[in-house]
């Protein structure tokens, strides 16, 4: 059974760039969350996605978007790039939202903003 | 306000030494804790986890971590370190239910000398 992927795996853009992210879970899976990883802030929760309807949404300025599709794959985009949106974004999936039991993460996608 | 504290951001032993890495939460429903490991440039792989039941638990690569509801803390241990232990580790509680929200403390990243 295939892990979570996500793509790209690195990705380099400019300062007020936009970039889309993409995720797809685990078959099966109908719950993808996505969190963001620096070294200043540590990992950080951006959004919870179930069944195609955000279910919970972090402490993020509105440049941060998602959504997830019927086949539940989901994609974050991210507008008017700033430097400090460099980080690893990962994305993680489970069957329901069953309070992380059944979370599995993906490999990330390290974004760099120069 | 924080939830998930570990103390020591670094830490380091000598191959073959007890592992004892520290985590405290903070949580007003009956918590779910888990461990976390990350090797450089990947993503996030569960070590272990407490949900109900037992309160000692045991993981992956002969980790286990005890669950102490009167000290609030599910601190990780590790009988004998290894070489390919070194890594960062992250304690994570989900403090509600119908979500895979995960609370991060700031991660321990572990060193291992020979």
């Known amino acids: 059974k295939a892990g979570v992927t996500q793509t790209p795996r690195y990705l380099i853009k400019t300062r007020g760039q936009q970039v889309t992210l993409s995720c797809s879970p685990i078959?099966?899976?109908?719950?993808v969350s996505w969190y963001q990883q620096t070294p200043g802030q540590g990992l950080q929760f951006l959004f919870e996605?179930?069944?195609?309807?955000?279910?919970n949404k972090g402490n993020f300025p509105g440049r941060f978007s998602g959504r997830q599709f019927s086949n539940s794959r989901s994609e974050m985009n991210v507008s008017t790039l700033e430097l400090g949106d460099s980080a690893l974004y990962l994305c993680?999936?489970?069957?329901?939202?069953?309070?992380?039991?059944?979370?599995?993460f993906g490999s990330g996608t390290q974004l760099s903003v120069l | 306000a924080q939830s998930v504290t570990q103390l020591g951001s670094h830490v380091s032993v000598s191959e073959g030494a007890l592992v004892l890495l520290r985590c405290n939460y903070s949580?007003?429903?009956?918590?779910?804790l888990f461990w976390y490991v990350q090797y450089p440039n990947q993503g996030l792989q569960l070590l272990l986890k407490?949900?109900?039941?037992?309160?000692l638990v045991k993981g992956i690569n002969g980790f286990e971590a005890e669950f102490k509801k009167s000290e609030t803390s599910f601190h990780l241990t590790k009988p004998s370190a290894h070489m390919s232990d070194a890594a960062e580790y992250f304690c994570?509680?989900?403090?509600?239910?119908?979500?895979?929200?995960?609370?991060f403390g700031t991660g321990t990243r572990l060193q291992v000398f020979p």
């Open positions: 993680a999936s489970s069957p329901e939202a069953t309070r992380g039991e059944k979370l599995f």
């Open positions: 078959s099966g899976h109908r719950s």
């Open positions: 996605y179930f069944s195609e309807t955000q279910r």
């Open positions: 949580s007003s429903v009956p918590p779910y």
């Open positions: 407490y949900t109900t039941g037992a309160t």
């Open positions: 994570a509680v989900t403090r509600t239910y119908n979500t895979d929200k995960l609370i």
